[in-house]
């Protein structure tokens, strides 16, 4: 959790393993843009914290294309199965959205895959 609180604060990262809580946060962003707050409210309340500044001043798109780079980062460049549910979501934002918020997922999609 205090990875990426660092990160939302751009703070300098620890060295712990965030991709779960960074896959808790996507997931609530994503729940978010189909009009449901209820599970960003449920996050830790520093992360929460930390996204609700972000959000103020941000369409929640673009927090959530650095959730997935920061995610990325954390994988490192050789894929493996615990990057799936990354190339899910990123399908699955492709589906739940139209223009230009398709594009982005297919752009997320492509990074994942590279």
Known sequence: MVAVTHRLQRLPVTRASAV????EIDD???????????PLIRLPT???AAL????DTHDPAPV??????????????????AMEPWISRA???????GEPGKVLGKLLLADWLG
């Open 91 to 97: 399908e699955a934002w492709i589906v739940a959205t």
């Open 28 to 38: 609530a962003l994503a729940a978010l843009m189909g009009g449901d707050p209820e």
């Open 20 to 23: 779960t809580l960074l896959g």
């Open 46 to 48: 520093p992360v929460r």
């Open 52 to 55: 609700e500044e972000k959000l």
């Open 64 to 81: 959530r294309i650095g959730i997935h780079q920061a995610a990325l980062d954390e994988f490192g460049y050789v894929h493996h199965l």
